[in-house]
């Protein structure tokens, strides 16, 4: 059972180039979440999405785009790479609102660096 | 005012002692939190999840939920060197996981 894969591991984009984190899960979840993790601070919620062509903005959507074609995948698009999207990017999976225990399983992360 | 804040430590905590970490949530919305931990370079992981209030226990680990503070805490009794981590507090709400900056926690052997 792989749970929540994520692709690449690491990746150095130059500045201005574009590119798609891949995330897919074999858990059935309907909803699925995108995080950027900056050195020293918690999780900022990207973009969500509570099933098969609905997704929404989280705290930081700006710089990304996000589709969800399928209930297994998620990808993440970065246009026009920033320093400031360096960082280390989590995918995760839930349940969601079917039950309480709303538990996000995260994938391995993505360790992106912008130069 | 963030919607979930936690004191980013480090909090160091002698071996077999109890560890309290707190965290405080601005939304009364929120339906359910969730305990974290993050090794260095890792994933986050699951420790605990609460959605009534009081207490609930597992293992060494219990969560305290009282929502009319909008308060969670996490304490972890006979602390071992292998706790040392960063704990994320989170909430569940409006089909959102929210999350703190996390809680550095150092056991110090």
Not at chain 1, 28 to 35: D, G
Not at chain 1, 39 to 58: C, E, F, N, R
Not at chain 1, 103 to 108: I, K, R, S
Not at chain 2, 68 to 73: K, L
């Amino acid at each position: 059972n792989a749970g929540v894969t994520q692709t690449p591991k690491f990746r150095i984009l130059k500045i201005g180039q574009s590119m798609t984190l891949q995330c897919t899960q074999d858990m059935n979840h309907n909803y699925m979440y995108w995080y950027r993790q900056d050195p020293g601070m918690g999780l900022k919620l990207i973009y969500y999405s509570v099933g098969a062509g609905i997704t929404d903005k989280g705290e930081v959507p700006n710089g990304y785009n996000v589709s969800r074609s399928t209930t297994e995948d998620f990808p993440l698009r970065l246009e026009l790479a920033a320093p400031s999207q360096t960082s280390v990017y989590f995918c995760a999976s839930s349940y969601g609102a079917v039950i309480l225990n709303t538990e996000a399983f995260f994938g391995q992360g993505t360790r992106l660096t912008v130069v | 005012q963030k919607e979930v804040e936690q004191n980013s430590g480090p909090l160091s905590v002698p071996e077999g002692a109890i560890a309290s970490l707190n965290c405080t949530y601005s939304d009364r919305g929120s339906q359910s939190f969730f305990w974290y931990r993050q090794y260095s370079g890792k994933s986050p992981e699951l420790i605990m999840f609460i959605y009534s209030n009081g207490d609930k226990e597992d293992g060494r680990f219990t969560a305290q939920l009282n929502k009319a503070s909008q308060y969670v805490s996490l304490l972890i009794r006979d602390s071992q060197p292998s706790d040392s981590a960063t704990y994320l507090c989170a909430v569940y709400r409006d089909d959102k996981i929210i999350f703190g900056k996390g809680t550095r926690l150092h056991i110090l052997p």
